[in-house]
């Protein structure tokens, strides 16, 4: 009687002691469950609106569209699935280079001009910057695909208008990009070639661009935009100048020294001290620039 008594307690307290599990776990569970909850929202967030974050487009008529004080040209050409798109092209009389130019994620070819500027008149390039499609005066939706289809029809018209044979535009055009262009200009020359590869304050990858921006968040399981460039680069082997300010609050420095290292030569890297990611490279990096082009192979 007193072991059947004794184990009637035991199994009392079992019950007591589970029932408090339970309620711990309850407790636990509302006292978690609201920061889980904005936590898987703000993952389908951004992975709903993926592309509406990478790119940042500003639609015609935003911007300035008169350009004073040299020879600029409009360019309109369509990709291959028929998206029409557009750009500034800068000619000059026996060119120092032909350079294709990408531009960062933001904004459209207005906010450009002096960049044209410096690369037409100061460098000495004929030169095409040319807004993806869904930005400035073209057509579409930006997408990864989309870019990077747009590049390649946007060489193929410089190459036209340069008189540049079709079969040698790749080693005839100088593949030049800025952050998210730099991406599109390493697919580029990585998959067809480029007489020389130019980049400035890009990055490895999206997601590692993910990772950076937001560390508390699986970025890599669930971003579908790639523009992985530091699997790309390895296949290009002409001539490469990469620049990056130490500054940058952006796209890190250090990502930039990565893409760097995993590039064949010859290259050369140019640190500049204290520059952030919009700023200007200074003016006496287009002198090196124009050094930089004498230098390449016919």
């Not at 993952?43 to 639609?59: A, G, N």
């Not at 990709?79 to 120092?96: F, I, V």
């Not at 100061?122 to 807004?131: K, M, Q």
Request: aromatic share 10%.
């Amino acid at each position: 009687m007193k072991q059947g008594q004794t184990g009637q307690t035991a199994d009392g307290d079992g019950a007591r002691e589970t029932g408090g599990g339970n309620r711990w776990l309850a407790v636990a569970w509302r006292i978690v469950r609201i920061p889980l909850i904005a936590y898987l929202l703000v993952m389908v967030v951004l992975m709903f609106f993926e592309e509406s974050i990478i790119f940042h487009p500003l639609k015609y008529p935003e911007g300035v569209w008169k350009v004073g004080g040299f020879e600029v040209e409009d360019a309109y050409f369509q990709a291959a699935d028929g998206t029409k798109l557009h750009g500034w092209y800068a000619p000059r009389e026996n060119p120092r280079a032909v350079v294709l130019y990408c531009h960062g994620n933001a904004g459209n070819v207005t906010n450009r001009t002096e960049i044209l500027r410096r690369l037409s008149q100061r460098t000495g390039v004929s030169v095409l910057i040319f807004d993806y499609r869904g930005y400035g005066r073209s057509e579409g939706k930006p997408s990864e695909a989309g870019v990077l289809a747009d590049a390649r029809a946007a060489r193929a018209w410089l190459a036209q208008r340069e008189g540049i044979p079709k079969d040698e535009e790749a080693e005839k055009i100088v593949m030049m990009g800025r952050s998210l262009g730099g991406a599109v200009a390493v697919d580029l020359a990585a998959a067809d070639g480029a007489r020389a590869l130019v980049l400035e304050s890009t990055f490895t990858s999206i997601p590692d661009m993910g990772t950076h921006i937001y560390p508390w968040l699986p970025v890599r399981m669930f971003v579908r935009t790639r523009l992985d460039s530091l699997s790309k680069i390895g296949s290009y082997e002409g001539p490469l100048l990469q620049s990056h300010g130490d500054g940058d609050s952006i796209v890190p420095f250090q990502l930039g020294e990565k893409l760097f290292q995993a590039a064949n030569e010859p290259k050369e890297f140019i640190p500049f001290k204290g520059l952030d990611h919009n700023d200007y490279q200074p003016i006496e990096y287009y002198d090196k620039l124009s050094e930089f082009f004498d230098q390449l192979p016919d």
